[in-house]
């Protein structure tokens, strides 16, 4: 079992342009969520998804988009990427909400 | 509002010292708890999590953490820190979707 993986690693983005992060799962859970990690300030949710499909808000969401259109896989979209948006990016996943979460490895983006 | 904090954000310990790592917690009910670690460069894995029963949890590599839910805390302990043990440590707390993270605290084991 590969468990979660993130795809890129690393990028560096100019000002407006924009990306796809991919995130995959191979545990046949339901649920998936895109978090971003700043220093001094934790994970902080971006959106989720409950199943194929959905997608919701989080704490964070605004400058970001979501699909989920295969169980198995979770894309986060940057459309106008701004510098405010460099940070590192975690995808996880779990069985139900309040069970634990499985984390990929995670994507630092630097924004110019 | 739901909020988490870790009060130290950087501890060091010598190895073979006792470990106490805090957090509190503000929350409308009775919430699920974690802790995750992250070693670097690595995503998160869990050591513990209490979601009732017993308030003493054991987790992984020998680490145990206890709710008290009258002081609003789940600390993180460890009677014997390894030097394997250096990472930044994350209380989680939170039920469905609304799951809160702290600001994390780096361990530095000291040889």
């Known amino acids: 079992n590969a468990g979660v993986t993130q795809t890129p690693k690393f990028r560096v983005l100019k000002t407006g342009q924009s990306m796809t992060l991919l995130c995959a799962q191979d545990?046949?859970?339901?649920?998936m969520y895109w978090y971003r990690q700043d220093p001094g300030m934790g994970l902080r949710l971006i959106h989720y998804?409950?199943?194929?499909?959905?997608?919701a808000k989080g704490e964070v969401p605004d400058g970001y988009n979501v699909s989920r259109l295969k169980k198995q896989n979770f894309l986060l979209g940057l459309e106008s990427a701004a510098p405010s948006q460099t940070s590192v990016y975690f995808c996880?996943?779990?069985?139900?909400?309040?069970?634990?979460?499985?984390f990929g490895p995670g994507t630092r983006l630097t924004v110019l | 509002a739901q909020s988490v904090t870790q009060p130290d954000i950087h501890i060091t310990v010598s190895e073979g010292a006792s470990l106490e790592l805090r957090c509190n917690y503000s929350?409308?009910?009775?919430?699920?708890l974690f802790w995750y670690v992250q070693s670097p460069g690595q995503g998160l894995q869990l050591l513990l999590k209490?979601?009732?029963?017993?308030?003493l949890v054991q987790g992984i590599k020998g680490f145990e953490a206890e709710f008290k839910r009258s002081q609003s805390s789940f600390n993180l302990r460890k009677p014997s820190v390894h030097w394997s043990d250096a990472a930044e440590y994350f209380c989680?707390?939170?039920?469905?979707?609304?799951?809160?993270f702290g600001a994390g605290t780096r361990l530095t084991v000291k040889p």
């Open positions: 989680a707390v939170g039920a469905g979707w609304d799951m809160r």
């Open positions: 998804s409950v199943g194929e499909g959905t997608t």
């Open positions: 545990m046949n859970h339901e649920y």
């Open positions: 996880a996943s779990s069985s139900n909400p309040n069970n634990e979460q499985f």
């Open positions: 209490y979601f009732s029963g017993d308030t």
């Open positions: 929350y409308g009910a009775t919430p699920y």
